[in-house]
Structures are given as structure tokens and as C-alpha cells.
């Protein structure tokens, strides 16, 4: 049984009647850049986050880059963040002239490892930015405490986490900036690229919404420059009808999460992450074959991957899944400080060890909510096997 990793098809094929009816409105609206369905979309929007201000834009990259702009973050500042993430919560970064400083992440919840952080600082640190990768909640307490300490300004990256839950408060609420990407294959998806910023504070929003418009307020005034960072009238609006299902689509993912646990939990030579392995020096040999992620007592996670660690023996599995008709992904292979055009920042592969490892042990699974249970069983049936003749 082939069980690919994301079928777009069956979510979006569900809903087919009423995303043709909001293309169909737009169209006749003749309003295709901002108005009324963005606006509508950006209300709803807030209102599923729990955030005062919600702020539609054109991709979750743009939102990190206009996040960093409206906090005034520039040359001759630092950034805190991870190196094991998505290439653009620092490029972002260097986008703006600012120096992105690469920290370590935790082996069990593939996060910001924030006492490494702590070490980093220096007096030119502006802001921290923790990713709360693959809808795992980053630890806000330890992020907030730094940030608090050194006067920080905190960008939430929940670019992968829009739902997900720091001691029941919505992750991207709790620091000056929260960050919202809808690429298609996130668990609230568009039909193309968009994003969203979402923040408690009023002047942030102001700014962030000026700057939105290439720093125009009112029309052909320019007090600051901007960029064009909108989000389009048809987006907001198939936005609009996916969102009411926004919940339902995490819960489906914890579903699969849960099943995917409680099987492969069972299987000889693997086991659960645990706290103390963010202890366990880099360089020691993992007993375990399969290592499956947790979530914090503190935290619920949004799982946009159900992702493993496969200690010396990823690639092999992944292989022996293709195999099989299973499909998966490596999320990601390189950490930010070994990419080429961070070079110039001096960063070794051994200065950051976990991030290092983790790049060559972590493969994702197939954890969209459309998966039925025997593609699911298939996929850990597909593993047990690996197990057994490895």
C-alpha cells in the first residue's frame, strides 16, 4: 500500500464547492488586494490565536522579515537562533544587515536549547527568535526568562505551530511577535503562499501594518521604507474557509501522532525521548535504533511531522521505506551554520554537535490528517520490519 507523505488533494478536494464559491466571490468583488476578505480573514485569524492583532501577509518568510524590520532590527545587531530549522528564520535575519548567531537545539523536542543561548549573548543582542519546529512548543518559559533578562525582543517562528500551546497559552502569543506561515503543505495550508504576523501589542501592529505597505501612511506618504508584503484578496478568502477546519486538521494530526507512538514504542531497540538526553554528550553512541519525539508536560503540539531519530542508520531506512511505497522527508539535512553562505560567520560543524547530529539522524513521516489507519499501520509495519533485519 503506498502511503505518500502529504496529499494536498484529499484536503483541498473535500472542501471543493466551497473554495470554488470564495474564488468565485472574489472574482466578481473585483477586489483582489487587501479589503474586505483580508480583513475578515485577519479578525478570524485573531480570534483562532487568541492575539489581539492579527496581520496578513504574502508568505511566513516575509512575515519573519517584516517582524524583524517593524522591531527595528538592522546592522550591527545580533539575533539569537537556532541552526537546526528552516533556512529562513536566519536568512531573515541577514536579509535586514543583522548577524544571525546559531545556537544549539535539543535533542528531544528538536528546539532552541536556550541555557546554550544564554551563552551567546553579547551586548550588540537584540532579539531571540525560537522556532517552534515541526508544531513542537518551544520552551517559552526559558525563552521569555533570557529575553526579560537581556531586554530582548522575542519573535516566536510558529511558522510550523499555528495551534500549538505553551501551558495552554497559543505559541506566537507570548513574546512581541508571533509568525504564521500558510505554505500548502502547513497544517492550515493555502492554495499558494501566505502568511500571517500576530502580536498583543498595538504599536508593533501599527508599524508592521505600515510597513506592510511599503511604509505608505496615508497614500504616497512614506515616514519609513517598507516593502510590498501583502497578502491577495483570494488567498485571505480560501484562507477563510479552511480555517474553520484548522482544529479539526491538528487534531487528526495528534491522532496519527498518538497511533504512531503507541506502535512503534513497542518495537525492540526503540524507545521515547527523554529529558535527560539533551544532557547525553553529543558524541556518545545511542544505544537506541528509533527514536520517537515527545511533547513537554508543558506543551501541546500541533505535530506538522511526526519526526524520529535514527541514530547511524536514517538513510538506510529511509531507503527500505521507498521501498516499501512509504513515503518521507529529512527535515533538515544541513544545520544553518554548515550552509555555504554562512561561511563567513567562522561557525564549524563541531560547535553546534547536536544540531550536527540531528541533521543526520531525523526523518519525518507521513502524519497529514487525511491518512486513514491502515496507511498508518502500514508505515509502522514498514519500521518493524527495518528493526528486525537490521
Not at 40 to 66: C, P, Q
Not at 198 to 217: D, F, N, S, W
Not at 370 to 390: M, P, R, S, T, Y
Amino acid at each position: 500500500m503506498a502511503v505518500p507523505l502529504l496529499d494536498l488533494k484529499a484536503q483541498n478536494g473535500a472542501l471543493e464547492w466551497e473554495l470554488k464559491s470564495a474564488f468565485e466571490r472574489v472574482l466578481r468583488s473585483g477586489h483582489f488586494i487587501l479589503g474586505p476578505e483580508v480583513e475578515k480573514f485577519e479578525r478570524d485569524l485573531a480570534k483562532f490565536a487568541r492575539a489581539r492583532h492579527a496581520l496578513g501577509v504574502s508568505s511566513g518568510t516575509d512575515a519573519l522579515l517584516l517582524a524583524l524590520m517593524a522591531l527595528g532590527i538592522g546592522p550591527g545587531d545580533e539575533v539569537l537562533c537556532p541552526s537546526f530549522t528552516f533556512f529562513a528564520t536566519a536568512g531573515c535575519v541577514t536579509r535586514v544587515g543583522a548577524k544571525p548567531v546559531f545556537c544549539e537545539s535539543s535533542p528531544v523536542t528538536f528546539n532552541l536549547d536556550v541555557r546554550d543561548a544564554a551563552r551567546r549573548v553579547t551586548p550588540r543582542t537584540r532579539a531571540i527568535i525560537p522556532v517552534h519546529l515541526f508544531g513542537q512548543p518551544a520552551d517559552m518559559d526559558a525563552v521569555l526568562a533570557l529575553a526579560k533578562k537581556h531586554k530582548l525582543f522575542v519573535i516566536e517562528d510558529a511558522a510550523q505551530a499555528l495551534g500549538a500551546k505553551w501551558r495552554e497559552r497559543p505559541v506566537g502569543t507570548l513574546g512581541d511577535f508571533g509568525v504564521a506561515s500558510f505554505f500548502p503543505t502547513k497544517n492550515l495550508g493555502a492554495l499558494g503562499d501566505a502568511g500571517a504576523l500576530i502580536t498583543q501589542k498595538e504599536a508593533h501592529y501599527e508599524r508592521a501594518r505600515i510597513l506592510r505597505v511599503h511604509g505608505m501612511e496615508p497614500k504616497y506618504h512614506h515616514q519609513f521604507v517598507g516593502g510590498n508584503f501583502r497578502i491577495d484578496a483570494l488567498q485571505a478568502a480560501l484562507l477563510s474557509v479552511k480555517l474553520t477546519r484548522a482544529s479539526a486538521y491538528n487534531a487528526g494530526r495528534a491522532r496519527h501522532a498518538g497511533h504512531y507512538t503507541a506502535r512503534l514504542s513497542r518495537l525492540p531497540g526503540a524507545r521515547l525521548a527523554m529529558r535527560g538526553d539533551a544532557r547525553m554528550a553529543s558524541t556518545v553512541k545511542e544505544k537506541a535504533r528509533l527514536i520517537l519525539p515527545i511533547t513537554l508536560p508543558e506543551g501541546t503540539a500541533i505535530w506538522n511531522q511526526y519526526t524520529v531519530r535514527v541514530p547511524g542508520k536514517r538513510d538506510a531506512l529511509r531507503a527500505h521505506l521507498t521501498a516499501r511505497g512509504v513515503a518521507s522527508e529529512i527535515y533538515y539535512p544541513i544545520p544553518l551554520h554548515e550552509q555555504a553562505c554562512f561561511a563567513s560567520l567562522g561557525a564549524k560543524p563541531e560547535d553546534l554537535p547536536w544540531a550536527h547530529r540531528l541533521a543526520g539522524e531525523v526523518l519525518s513521516l507521513p502524519v497529514y490528517p487525511e491518512l486513514h489507519d491502515g496507511q498508518v499501520d502500514e508505515v509502522c509495519n514498514a519500521i518493524a520490519d527495518f528493526l528486525k533485519a537490521k
